[in-house]
């Protein structure tokens, strides 16, 4: 049986007491059920200020990055195993900002899959493609390079994954995946999955999701959350797709 999920990415947006704001909403007003969650992934220095925050609630907080090493003289990089200290559940890896402005490559997002698991956080690894590749028809081809990496990687611990997919042309513009577009894009990733005995998963779809599109793309049988960026910063919106 399938997680429904939704993560808010704030990327690097908060304030101590713009979060604290937030974070308080939150805890407040959700209200879990069976199956469904919400969860926040925050810049690693408000980690502490998420776990003070939404301990013992139905909340649940993670990174938005890890390390693919250890430990070691890597500075400035943050390890998994610090994150876990924090009682962080996730981390996301291979998002598109960090592949297109950090180099990140499927073989690094990989490692810092491992790494997360190791740690014992629930990576959530994301794929998707850029406008040149859709306009050029190689979706599939690069969403399933990006997806047989990590699956490859991880062999049996496939299932221990979180999967988004976020094509790389709606994020943070405004536009976003048709549901019909999306949800063909999420079948293709489950075939793979279940191939890798991985079948359930959970996906979730990330590019410009507000409250408003929200139902239709959560009613499709493949997508099973969201990787919200800017609406997880606004806690009616958030919340409200967390509802839907």
């Not at 090493?69 to 890896?93: K, P, Q």
């Not at 493609?129 to 399933?144: F, H, K, M, S």
Request: hydrophobic residues 45%; neutral net charge; contains cysteine.
């Amino acid at each position: 049986m399938r997680d429904k999920l939704v993560v808010g990415n704030w990327k690097m947006n908060g304030s101590l007491a713009a979060n604290a704001r937030l974070l308080d909403r939150l805890a407040c007003e959700w209200r879990a059920t069976p199956g469904r969650g919400l969860a926040v992934c925050v810049p690693s220095p408000y980690l502490a200020q998420a776990q003070a925050a939404l301990r013992g609630t139905t909340v649940a907080w993670g990174a938005q990055d890890v390390s693919e090493h250890a430990a070691g003289a890597y500075t400035g990089d943050v390890s998994a195993a610090m994150v876990a200290d924090f009682g962080a559940r996730y981390a996301i890896v291979g998002h598109s900002e960090r592949r297109t402005l950090h180099g990140e490559t499927d073989a690094i997002v990989a490692a810092k899959a491992r790494a997360a698991l190791a740690a014992g956080l629930t990576p959530i690894g994301c794929v998707g493609e850029t406008l040149a590749e859709r306009e050029r028809g190689e979706t599939d081809i690069v969403v399933a390079r990006e997806v047989d990496a990590l699956i490859t990687a991880l062999g049996a611990d496939s299932p221990r994954i979180v999967l988004a997919y976020e094509p790389i042309w709606a994020i943070g513009t405004g536009r976003s995946a048709s549901p019909h577009d999306a949800q063909a894009v999420h079948a293709m990733v489950r075939k793979r999955l279940l191939r890798a005995g991985a079948g359930d998963v959970s996906i979730l779809y990330g590019g410009s999701v507000k409250a408003a599109n929200a139902p239709a793309l959560f009613a499709t049988p493949d997508i099973d959350g969201a990787l919200v960026g800017g609406a997880s910063l606004d806690a009616n919106e958030f919340l409200s797709i967390g509802r839907a």
